[in-house]
């Protein structure tokens, strides 16, 4: 069965700082990836999605991702951060081919301080 | 834009009720979840439905029930609620493929 992990639960960091938050995801067969983030009191929104060709993934907000099959990693960076970046943030896959199941990592709370 | 609501933003309920959380999405999207979001253990995944009547069970689908009559609307059911089941449930929907996951505003119940 397919599985995320998010590898840390919370990152702290200050503004202007760069940030990387981590997801590696188990599943031997082809895969689509997202990363989704959830402002406080609201819903999840799409932050961007990796579903074929190139591994590197741009994003709204500034932020990329990385696809790196050998090491089953789907890694979020932004290069400086701001404020309003303060969210959570959640790795999801889903197996492709099939009826496409999204399963969820257990989410990165990033706080950014001035 | 695609539309996911969900009926209730906050929901109260007695232990032992029967519970209905409805959800509606209107861009013909042939899968429909719901999940239950928690802290420190992210969102998980209750039931999905991949098409009318088509459901399949997630991780956590122990005390819930779900209902899909019409393509747009997916109804998630708490036989008979419990305070463990105290949570956020958020439902999406999404096309087969690519499965890019549109969600509700969530529905925040309380079981006492």
């Known amino acids: 069965a397919q599985s995320v992990t998010q590898l840390d639960s919370q990152v702290p960091v200050f503004e202007e700082a760069p940030v990387e938050l981590r997801c590696n995801y188990s599943?031997?067969?082809?895969?689509?990836l997202f990363w989704y983030v959830q402002y406080p009191n609201q819903g999840l929104q799409l932050l961007l999605k990796y579903l074929s060709g190139s591994t590197l993934v741009k994003g709204i907000n500034g932020f990329e991702a990385e696809f790196n099959k050998s090491q089953t990693s789907f890694h979020l960076r932004k290069p400086s951060v701001h404020i309003s970046d303060t969210a959570e943030y959640f790795c999801a896959v889903s197996v492709s081919g099939g009826y496409n199941k999204l399963i969820f990592g257990a989410g990165t709370r990033l706080a950014v301080h001035p | 834009d695609v539309k996911v609501t969900q009926s209730s933003r906050y929901l109260v309920k007695r232990t032992g009720e029967k519970v209905f959380l409805e959800c509606v999405q209107d861009?013909?999207?042939?899968?429909m979840f719901w999940y239950r979001q928690d802290p420190g253990l992210g969102l998980r995944l209750i039931y999905f439905?991949?098409?009318?009547?088509?459901?399949e069970k997630g991780d956590i689908p122990e005390g819930y029930s779900v209902s899909r009559e019409k393509k747009e609307r997916f109804s998630l059911i708490l036989e008979s609620a419990s305070t463990n089941q105290t949570s956020m449930y958020l439902c999406?929907?999404?096309?087969?493929?690519?499965?890019?996951?549109?969600f509700g505003q969530g529905t925040r119940l309380t079981v006492v």
């Open positions: 439905s991949y098409d009318v009547k088509m459901k």
């Open positions: 999406a929907s999404s096309l087969r493929a690519p499965p890019e996951a549109f």
């Open positions: 599943s031997s067969v082809s895969v689509y």
């Open positions: 861009m013909d999207h042939e899968n």
